[in-house]
């Protein structure tokens, strides 16, 4: 008996010796973190933080054999933990303790294994913040979409529009997911971990990627309508020029819908319903442009009125727009050409035949200028409606018109046509040939 109560002291003692040296190690290691500095090599900072971790485990081990402590060690261990806890943001930072207890059997009262779920960066204060930013602009990028995606639908888009949608829209629903679903969030995580962003930036760096997209749908929202309205009525204007008519309406379309302000594509279009027949269609759109200061398009639709059997109307709106008209800089000789003669087509119509005479001949002094010939393809309209007007007041000048809407009417075109076929008959009844 007396043997077991000698071996049983000569235990305790070596245990105490053991637990002494133990305690000294893990304030050694403890010293040593201490000292490292941000230019340390991140190698020796591994080291140093394992040599903590390791005389931690050491001491633990220890006390499950050790009897109880004495106060003055049990000050020293509290005294070197709190000292790790003070330590543990440059612990954390050199050393990833979640691959380390993947792969080592560590339990979870090893606190000091632990030291990221407990210790809290100071940027992470402002966690909540990110995290309510986050969900703002999240629910602001799932509402602009929702809005340009309306207007994609509406446009019936093609491919380009269709990519303009399907980008961005992929890319906010998987930003969604990760806010709302536990797997989409511990994807998120995951890639953060595997590009080395330390676990306190996170809910800044997920903040920087959400605004980073919410500015590029905003930018979507704002700009991609009016490049995409663009491209298309680009699109549709080379294809009418080309004479693909129906392909030609359907993208000067798609252009409106995806920008209603943008003006061209309005006159574009009508045009383009001109040439399908499309009277009242073209009407329309010159309506809409012209409202919105498009010179073109009130005289074109004026022209329209005309032959409506509206020149009230159509005398009416050019005489509105006249001072703007005239004093457009970017209007071509063409249109200038076309304003003064269909002005004097409608006086022709309310038989005010003097105001229709001094239009008349504001539009034969454009027909002098060098450029008329290649810039006016309607050069016999002018002298058809004069010959008319003259006619009508028994003037014998009226002949000389004729002569002239004969030679150089276009029978390709139906107005000019049914003019040159006047212009026969009249000259016929002078025995004038008609070339």
């Known amino acids: 008996m ?9 235990h305790i003692l070596m245990n105490q010796r053991s637990f002494s040296t133990a305690i000294a ?35 633990a081990d220890l006390l499950r054999e050790y009897p109880p402590l004495s106060p003055q060690e049990q000050q020293d261990l509290l005294r070197l933990d709190d000292k790790l806890r ?42 909540w913040l990110w995290k309510f930013g986050r969900v703002g602009f999240t629910a602001g990028n799932l509402a602009l979409l929702a809005d340009f995606i309306t207007r994609f639908f509406a446009s019936g ?30 994807r998120t995580n995951q890639l953060l ?35 995409l309205s663009r491209f ?30 943008n003006i061209r594509a309005h006159y574009n279009l009508g045009v383009v319903y001109e040439e399908l027949g499309n009277v009242e269609g073209a009407q329309a759109q010159y309506q809409v442009a012209g409202i919105s200061g498009w010179n073109s398009a009130n005289i074109n639709l004026s022209r329209l009125l005309i032959q409506e059997g509206q020149p009230d109307e159509a005398a009416q709106l050019l005489v509105q727009n006249a001072a703007q008209i005239e004093a457009d800089p970017t209007l071509s000789i063409s249109d200038q050409y076309d304003f003064w003669t269909y002005l004097g087509w409608a006086r022709l119509k309310q038989d005010r035949f003097t105001e229709a005479e001094e239009a008349f001949a504001q539009a034969l002094d454009l027909t002098e200028v060098p450029e008329a010939e290649s810039e006016i393809p309607n050069l016999a309209t002018v002298h058809c409606l004069l010959a008319q007007t003259l006619e009508q007041q028994e003037n014998p ?30 000259l016929a009844k002078t025995e004038e040939p008609c070339e």
Request: glycine share 6%.
């Open 2 to 10: 007396q043997v077991q109560t000698d071996n049983d002291c000569i």
């Open 157 to 186: 888009a093609g491919l380009l529009g269709a990519v303009a949608v399907v980008v961005p829209g992929t890319l906010t629903l998987l930003q969604a997911d990760s806010e709302v679903n536990r797997r989409g969030e511990a």
């Open 193 to 227: 971990k595997s590009l080395k962003i330390p676990t306190y930036c996170w809910e800044e760096v997920k903040f920087g990627g959400t605004f980073l997209l919410f500015c590029g749908v905003l930018g979507l929202w704002h700009f991609g309508p009016t490049a």
């Open 397 to 426: 000048q009226a002949i000389d018109q004729w002569r002239q809407c004969q030679a150089l009417g276009n029978v390709e075109n139906w107005r000019e046509d049914k003019w040159v076929g006047q212009a026969c008959q009249r």
């Open 25 to 59: 190690n893990y304030e050694t290691a403890l010293n040593d973190l201490s000292l490292l500095k941000s230019t340390t090599p991140r190698t020796k900072k591994q080291a140093v933080g394992l040599a903590v971790l390791n005389a931690r485990d050491l001491l």
């Open 86 to 127: 003070s330590h543990a943001e440059k612990l954390v930072k050199a050393l990833d303790l979640e691959t380390y207890r993947r792969s080592f059997p560590i339990s979870e009262q090893a606190w000091w294994w632990h030291l990221e779920t407990t210790w809290v960066h100071s940027w992470n204060r402002w966690d």
């Open 232 to 261: 298309y009525r680009v699109l549709g204007w080379n294809q009418f020029l080309n004479e693909e008519f129906a392909i030609a309406e359907k993208n000067l379309t798609r252009a409106i819908a995806f920008n209603p302000e």
